[in-house]
């Protein structure tokens, strides 16, 4: 009889333990784990319900909602995205700048998922996103070095310049749940030959012309202060002989004087024969006149 029990207790006992395995498997199965880098789009039957660790400015690492999280087995999948940022690449174009330059072009793009409900809706993953994008940059690249010369991608106005494009190419990725967070141009060269040397050329004469502007501008300030100084002082000189006529003729020829005989500049062997009453002497007489 006992027999008969152990045969009768043996496929229960097999049934309970199969089904506390896919009890086990089940409940496995229905915890998931998102880390810090991820948000999950949970999908039921296909349609997103929910965001975990979804993402969220201001948030730092460590304080989102990744970890452990449940999910009903078999009826609710999920689609894990990258939290973090993500390069968009373009590859080398040839465009124009407003001065009709050709540039060789090589630029980049850095862009986060911050809508992924939006994102698996309308590109499924985020690859998908950056195969969407990369025409658009390289559209709005062109539409926007069309507005400004080459000269000016050397200046600080480039970086108005490369938010404008940013902005542009933002409200194309919004349309995927992205956001566009830098665009930047890695390299802008002018092809080898010809058009190489012609900008070159320009760039040389721009500048030589800018520097004879300056030297025309200086030229004329140092005029304009030389005949302000001799204005002054004759007017000091007008002033000084109405008050002391006398003074100032002696002065004055002191000042003859010594530009005459003790300027080294007219130390030579030549000679000045002047006769004592002549009358640019008359400061070396007495007032007597001898």
């Known amino acids: 009889m006992s027999g008969l029990f152990q045969d009768g207790l043996a496929p229960r006992a097999k049934l309970a333990v199969a089904g506390l395995i ?3 498997l089940v409940g496995f199965s229905a915890i998931v784990e998102v880390p810090e880098s991820q948000q999950a789009v949970v999908m039921w039957l296909g349609d997103p319900v929910r965001v975990i660790n979804r993402y969220k400015p201001g948030v730092d690492y460590g304080n989102t909602g990744a970890g452990l999280s449940l999910r009903v087995p078999f009826l609710e999948t999920l689609v894990r995205v990258d939290r973090r940022v993500l390069n968009l690449d373009m590859e080398r174009q040839q465009v124009n700048s407003s001065d ?5 072009v090589d630029a980049y793009a850095r862009f986060r998922i911050i809508d992924p409900v939006k994102m698996v809706r309308t590109a499924g993953t985020s690859e998908r996103v950056q ?3 990369q025409p658009i940059l390289t559209s709005v690249l062109r539409q926007g070095l069309a507005s400004y010369t080459f000269q000016s991608l050397l200046t ?7 938010e404008q494009i940013r902005k542009a190419l933002d409200i194309e990725a ?3 749940g992205a956001q566009i967070i830098d665009v930047r141009i890695k390299r802008a060269d002018l092809p080898d030959g010809t058009p190489l040397e012609r900008a070159f050329a320009r760039m040389e004469a721009a500048r030589d012309q800018e520097a ?3 030297r025309a501008q200086g030229q004329k300030q140092a005029q304009i202060i030389r005949a302000d100084a001799e204005a002054a002082a004759a007017k000091i000189y007008a002033e000084a002989y109405g008050k002391d ?3 100032y003729d002696f002065y004055r020829a002191m000042e003859s004087y010594r530009t005459t005989f003790a300027n080294p500049a ?3 062997s030549t000679t000045i024969v002047l006769t004592p009453d002549n009358d640019y002497l008359r400061q070396f007489r007495n007032q007597k006149g001898q």
């Open 100 to 104: 009709q330059q050709r540039l060789e």
């Open 266 to 268: 007219n130390k030579s």
């Open 245 to 247: 006529p006398s003074f």
């Open 22 to 24: 896919a009890a086990a």
């Open 131 to 133: 195969e969407q994008l």
């Open 156 to 162: 600080p106005e480039r970086g108005l310049m490369m």
């Open 174 to 176: 919004r349309e995927y």
């Open 212 to 214: 004879t502007a300056i």
